[in-house]
């Protein structure tokens, strides 16, 4: 999971980049800042891999934030801006990408991929990390559960509560989590979300279609703003990875 940062002094901007991680299924969005200032207040109390930056904004700009950033190790960057005379400027600071606004979806989920990509190259060159456990524990009806992730076949969403639907049992078991709490348990390699209300392992997948998912004998919806991050991650080449535009 890539964590990230959302800069921009534009509350319309701010919800644009929003939505936009939120359809990417291995970057999580950690905070929202309006300023650099806030930006650099969020990025001492927690770090973060991954800085969506615009640059024009009052006080210390985008580039101002980059080149004085005083923390290590410093994170990927990538501007989104609606000014293209910064690019140079901005890639003499070595940032991973930068992007026009309007940003299209594709042009963001290419950006966020390289990310990935590097994010990965990254952490080859700091050693191999410990193997996350096959597990998870939930709270349910007044104890914690332990869940292997291999028995999990999709997880529901009910407002608060969400149900883990396993394949070892027709009882889902029910926890008073988000489904963006359970989606940070969750490995991003192992489990995607296909709709507002559903996440679903990845390994149990036996069809697909435009708007639909078959789990064993499941039918699970999938939403038109999910779906070209869905095709995109499971088979790169199919046609309907470009389907929702």
Do not use: W
């Amino acid at each position: 999971m890539i964590r990230c940062l959302a800069v921009d002094d534009e509350t319309p901007a701010l919800d644009i980049l929003e939505d936009n991680i939120s359809r990417v299924p291995y970057l999580q969005l950690v905070k929202k800042c309006k300023n650099a200032y806030l930006a650099l207040e969020a990025l001492q109390q927690e770090p973060v891999d991954l800085l969506f930056l615009d640059i024009e904004m009052p006080g210390l700009n985008g580039l101002g934030l980059l080149k004085n950033y005083p923390y290590q190790p410093k994170p990927m960057v990538i501007f989104i801006t609606a000014y293209r005379k910064y690019a140079l400027e901005g890639y003499e600071l070595d940032v991973l990408d930068y992007l026009i606004k309007p940003v299209p979806f594709e042009r963001f989920l290419k950006a966020a991929n390289k990310a990935l990509e590097y994010h990965g190259l990254r952490q080859k060159e700091t050693g191999p990390l410990a193997p996350s456990p096959g597990y998870i524990f939930v709270q349910s009806e007044y104890k914690l559960t332990k869940i292997l992730l291999q028995d999990i076949l999709y997880i529901e969403g009910l407002g608060n509560y969400i149900k883990i639907h396993l394949d070892s049992t027709s009882r889902p078991i029910l926890s008073k989590l988000s489904m963006k709490a359970i989606g940070d348990k969750l490995p991003a390699d192992k489990f995607i979300r296909v709709h507002k209300s559903f996440v679903i392992s990845i390994d149990k997948i036996t069809a697909a279609q435009n708007d639909n998912i078959t789990l064993r004998e499941v039918e699970i919806p999938l939403s038109r703003s999910y779906r070209e991050v869905f095709f995109k991650v499971i088979n790169p080449n199919s046609p309907l990875s470009g389907a929702a535009k």
